[in-house]
């Protein structure tokens, strides 16, 4: 098992209106562990 995260600094906490795990990714034949995390601000 693998923990997907990502860090935000208290200065964009703000700014932060969602994030996730892109999971549809480990489904992938012959995938490693791992899964894009992303993460979406306002600007």
Known sequence: MSVD??????????RLVAAGVDREFRGWEKTIDYAPVWVELDI
């Open 5 to 14: 995260f990502l860090l935000l600094s208290p200065d964009l906490n703000s």
